[in-house]
């Protein structure tokens, strides 16, 4: 049995955590996540059932609740299509996929709120298990992609995995971030467009 602590953590971290878990199992075992909140608790719950893996979730204090998960022998049938829905991509990529960041805010409405879902989903995408062909940052989003950015690591890492990142030079200059740049290669309009108009799937968070 593994236990995961993630009191205290933003999504997706709880999720991550727990996946991350379950692949240090290699094979059947259990998982026992301790969190905060019946948000976390849901968004466990429903991971599981999606993989197919048995879970249950208890009260163990005001503000903390423990997900079970059985994985491997005691699973259960996973819903209707979610076995090839959500199972794991091989890292060879089979769709061109380009991920177009261009904007600091995830969103519209409170723009704090929007800067921390925008650097929730960056984490979350670098744990998928099929990454992106290609990533965009246009506009306010250059800013990811430079110096004091807090998704740095993230998108670094990414780039280790052969992830292509790309920042618009005209918007570097535009906000004085030309020599801050961190991660990856300055492009420029004509490639932003032929990245986007070869792209099997493009996603604009």
């Known amino acids: 049995m593994i236990q995961v602590n993630a009191i205290g953590d933003a999504c997706p971290i709880p999720v991550v955590k727990t996946k991350q878990a379950i692949r240090e199992l290699g094979g059947t075992g259990v998982v026992q996540t301790l969190v905060d909140n019946e948000i976390a608790v849901q968004n466990l719950t429903k991971m599981a ?22 994985i491997g022998s005691e699973t259960v049938t996973p819903v ?3 076995a ?17 960041i261009a904007s600091a805010s995830m969103g519209q409405g409170d723009a704090a709120l929007g800067a ?7 984490y979350a995408l670098s744990q998928q298990d099929s990454l992106p062909t290609t990533l965009l940052f246009y506009h306010g989003g250059a800013a990811f992609t430079c110096e004091g950015s807090a998704s740095l690591e993230d998108l670094q890492a990414m780039q280790s995995q052969g ?11 535009f906000y004085g971030l030309t020599a801050k740049l961190k991660v990856g290669e300055v492009s420029n309009m004509y490639t932003i467009a032929e990245k986007l108009t070869q792209a099997d799937l493009i996603i604009k968070p």
């Open 116 to 122: 921390t879902l925008m650097k929730g989903f960056l």
């Open 49 to 70: 059932s999606q993989k197919g893996y048995a879970a249950r979730s208890d009260v163990m204090a005001p503000n903390q609740f423990l997900v079970t998960m059985t």
């Open 163 to 173: 992830v292509e990142v790309l920042t618009c030079g005209t918007c570097l200059n």
């Open 84 to 100: 090839e829905a959500f199972a794991p991509r091989p890292q060879g990529r089979d769709r061109n996929i380009v991920v177009a």
């Open 80 to 82: 209707t299509g979610a």
